[in-house]
């Protein structure tokens, strides 16, 4: 299981919203760069970067700050959502130096673009599903559409899409610990692999992850809990290091 810590960028800084919601957002560093390179120096193996604002915009609106970000670290991988919904961003970012690049709101409206971009990309796209009361939000979780998640992700069963990325937004950012439940529902609806997103809080939610019935997810996406102290990031990576050494 891999623990990706996150960096969400509003405004050119590091912050973190509730529910998804940009009138609540809690800034955590003005230099996200800096934060990037202590994630990578804490022994982390792959970052979770969000242009929140692109996310609403539609488009990259925070680029300096990702451009920033791939400068200073040394070889930690970066995955990217947050207004990516051409393939002109795609490429964009991937000749960037971007590992991954994940499609949200695209996927609903355009679902041949992701397949398109997945045939051109092997390995290097990744679909966001966002879901609220049961159904998919897209435009930075602004508006919900009619799609389950399970209904999403079988969109892309046979697209070579690389991960799916499960956030729970009633979860994201409060704190509640992952929704286990839905994230292991629609990892056992899919053959893609899932990653969870949306609440981790502590170390418990890391010893969840790692009971014989979360084997089958990817990983999980952790924020707020390291930038407020509630997840030691060298307990928590050690426990991962420890089960896959078992």
């Known amino acids: 299981m891999i623990l990706f810590p996150a960096i969400d960028l509003k405004g050119g800084q590091c912050v973190r919203l509730i529910h998804g919601d940009m009138t609540q957002a809690t800034v955590f560093n003005d230099d996200p760069a800096a934060q990037a390179e202590r994630f990578e120096q804490q022994g982390f193996e792959y970052l979770h970067v969000v242009d929140l604002d692109g996310a609403f915009a539609g488009k ?3 680029g300096d700050a990702v451009d920033a970000i791939l400068a200073r670290l040394k070889k930690m991988p970066v995955q990217l959502g947050g207004g990516i919904r051409d393939m002109r961003t795609v490429d964009g970012w991937l ?3 971007v590992a991954r690049v994940i499609i949200g709101t695209a996927a609903v409206r355009d679902p041949a673009f992701v397949r398109e971009a997945s045939r051109l990309h092997p390995g290097q796209i990744a679909v966001g599903v966002d879901a ?6 897209v ?12 209904e999403l992700g079988k969109r892309f069963e046979d697209a070579g899409v690389a ?14 610990g992952l929704n286990i439940e839905a994230t292991l529902a629609l990892a056992e609806a899919l053959k893609i692999p899932v990653i969870a997103s949306g609440g981790l809080a502590s170390i418990a939610d890391i010893e969840r992850l790692l009971q014989p019935d979360c084997a089958k997810l990817a990983g999980a996406i952790t924020g707020r809990a390291l ?3 509630r997840l030691d990031p060298q307990q928590a990576l050690d426990l991962i290091k420890s089960r896959k050494v078992a």
Do not use: C, F, H, Q
């Open 95 to 97: 000749n960037k130096g």
């Open 227 to 229: 930038y407020d102290g």
């Open 132 to 137: 609220r009361d049961g159904l998919v939000a």
């Open 163 to 176: 991960a799916i990325i499960y956030t729970d937004i009633s979860r994201d950012g409060v704190l509640k």
């Open 60 to 62: 990259p609106m925070n």
């Open 139 to 150: 435009d930075g979780w602004a508006k919900s559409s009619e799609l389950t998640a399970v």
